[in-house]
């Protein structure tokens, strides 16, 4: 791996171990902490998604000219993702652990087919693609205001 790759791979494993915390606390049937660990894991994706979104996506595309190519398919699947977050949300609102537990196992696939996307494709192209720049690309990600 590299730079871009191994970043952006670590903050896939972080928000992993929170949406873990989650899942767990729902199966216990814990509602409070579950609300508390899936709020959490959604900040921190929300995060990731505005990084590679907001930062890595638009200066891969400059440097590829690959505008339409991987980063709109990963734009889709964020979607998919917030559009999966919002009936968690939904169900968490009304106390529904087994609704959230359904869209979780949900949620689950659509990460672990999009993490493998970008780890083992358009990571790698990233790096490759900016080069010698990478370390300053990922210096303005890190910097984006969170939003």
Do not use: W
């Not at 996307?117 to 969170?146: F, H, I, W």
């Amino acid at each position: 791996m590299s730079a871009i790759a191994d970043y952006f791979a670590t903050e896939h494993r972080c928000c992993d171990e929170v949406f873990a915390a989650a899942e767990e606390a729902a199966q216990s049937g814990d509602l409070a902490r579950c609300r508390v660990d899936f709020q959490q894991f959604q900040t921190a994706m929300e995060r990731h998604f505005q990084k590679e979104e907001e930062g890595l996506f638009p200066a891969f595309e400059e440097a590829s000219g690959m505008f339409m190519g991987p980063t709109r398919v990963m734009r889709l699947e964020h979607q998919q993702m917030r559009e999966t977050f919002g009936e968690m949300n939904n169900a968490l609102a009304s106390g529904d652990l087994e609704e959230f537990l359904g869209q979780a196992e949900t949620l689950l696939i659509l990460m672990q087919q999009h993490n493998i996307k970008e780890e083992q494709m358009l990571y790698p192209m990233c790096d490759r693609a900016l080069g010698s720049t990478a370390g300053s690309v990922l210096d303005a990600v890190r910097n984006l205001p969170a939003g």
